[in-house]
């Protein structure tokens, strides 16, 4: 909004300074006058009026890609904009951009401006395609004017990366999370910024990989921001604590539990050494530990440690928390490989009681459960 109003003031002192104002010039900007005292005293509903009527003057008297025409249309869009009038501001901004094209060029900043604020406007919209073709239109225009390595560069490819990926585009969502990844400006290489846009980068592109079935190249990405935040900020650090957890997931949904339960102790010795036990990252740790236990089927020793999960989840999250719930799916399990069969049942049927009122029957954990159930019960 702000570079905006930079904008309207230049477009108005542009028209100010022409030789002689006309009689149609000075009419206009009374036109502008109303609609900003009426916007100013509450009054929104007209000054939408007497704006309107300010952009057809305009168009009328100055043409469609005079800079007064192009001020009011882009005034009449911030007042839409209070209006909450989305779907009406997407042509105005397609007439504005047209305009701006022809009076300042591709590469003003006034156009590029336009051009984006489009592309977040069908964003909010969820139209995921047309805001990924003005951000593409977006990206070329500001690489053919300032490079490829430009810092304003950055912040496209990330949007670009986040559409494709929700767009299930998987290969252009690859291609611009690696151009983010590869990303080194001839200045600020380092800057802090370009940085952590890198790593969120190699997150997103781990899990995009996962979910097409890719694990090697994900566990490429979740060992590189490993091995990073380790060296720059130390075991203890939440974000080397939380990349641990990532990798150490990452190999338990792959089904390599061992390496899984390997991490998972490292982590919770760090955090048993430095943390509260009340810490989130090291309650994370104790649950997946002892989850990995079960399934690795290690008998007392994993009975003991569920339970003393399941007990610190109830005491900081409550009875009725996704992790509570899941623990107490697998106490039930626990019961089941130790050959308690009723103990078992009643443990599974609470938990799935419990998921289903508070999750609903769709929700994962609660089909999960079912579907356990359903299958001792065949």
């Keep these: 909004m702000k570079y905006v109003s930079k904008v ?3 477009l108005l002192f542009f028209s100010a300074c022409m030789a002689h104002e006309s009689a149609e010039q000075q009419q206009w900007k009374v036109l502008n006058q109303k609609a900003y005292a009426c ?3 509450g009054k929104l509903y007209q000054g939408v009026e007497w704006m309107e009527e300010s952009c ?4 009328q008297n100055f043409g469609e890609n005079h800079p007064d025409t192009l001020t009011s249309i882009n005034n009449l869009i911030l007042f839409y904009v ?3 009038r989305k779907t009406d501001i997407v042509p105005l901004y397609k007439k504005l951009i047209t305009g701006a094209k022809v009076t300042f060029g591709d590469n003003h900043p006034f156009t590029l401006t336009s051009i984006e604020r489009l592309a977040n406007l069908y964003l909010s919209l969820g139209n995921l395609n047309e805001a990924a073709q003005r951000y593409e239109e977006l990206l070329e225009t500001k690489t053919n004017a300032l490079g490829k390595d430009h810092p304003h ?3 496209i490819l990330i949007n670009l990366a986040a559409l494709h990926s929700g767009l299930k585009h998987m290969d252009h969502a690859e291609s611009f999370y690696l151009r ?5 400006p001839s200045t600020q290489k380092n800057h802090p910024e370009i940085i952590k846009a890198r790593l969120n980068a190699r997150a997103d592109l781990a ?3 996962e979910s097409i079935d890719q694990p090697e190249l994900a566990e490429k990405q979740y060992q590189y921001l490993y091995q990073y935040y380790s060296q720059t900020k130390g075991e203890q650090h939440d974000a080397t604590l939380r990349s641990l957890q990532d990798l150490a997931q990452h190999y338990s949904l792959n089904k390599n539990d061992p390496k899984a339960l390997d991490l998972f102790e490292k982590g919770y010795e760090i955090c048993k050494a430095n943390r509260q036990d009340t810490d989130p990252i090291y309650f994370l740790f104790q649950k997946n530990r002892a989850i990995l236990y079960i399934r690795l089927n290690k008998g007392a020793a994993a009975e003991k440690l569920i339970q003393k999960a399941y007990e610190k989840s109830v005491d900081l999250y409550g009875q009725t928390d996704a992790n509570t719930i899941m623990l107490l799916f697998y106490i039930g399990i626990q019961h089941e490989k130790m050959g308690r069969a009723q103990q078992a049942k009643e443990c599974l049927e609470r938990a799935l009681d419990q998921s289903r009122s508070i999750f609903g029957p769709s929700h994962l954990l609660t089909e999960t459960i079912d579907n356990h159930l359903r ?3 065949k």
């Excluded at 057809?56 to 168009?59: H, L």
């Excluded at 983010?180 to 080194?184: A, E, L």
């Design 8 to 10: 309207i003031v230049f």
């Design 39 to 41: 916007l100013k005293s």
């Design 56 to 59: 057809e003057y305009a168009t």
């Design 82 to 84: 209070k209006q909450g």
């Design 153 to 155: 560069i950055l912040k």
């Design 180 to 184: 983010i990844i590869n990303f080194k």
């Design 207 to 209: 899990r995009m990989y």
């Design 375 to 377: 299958m001792k019960n």
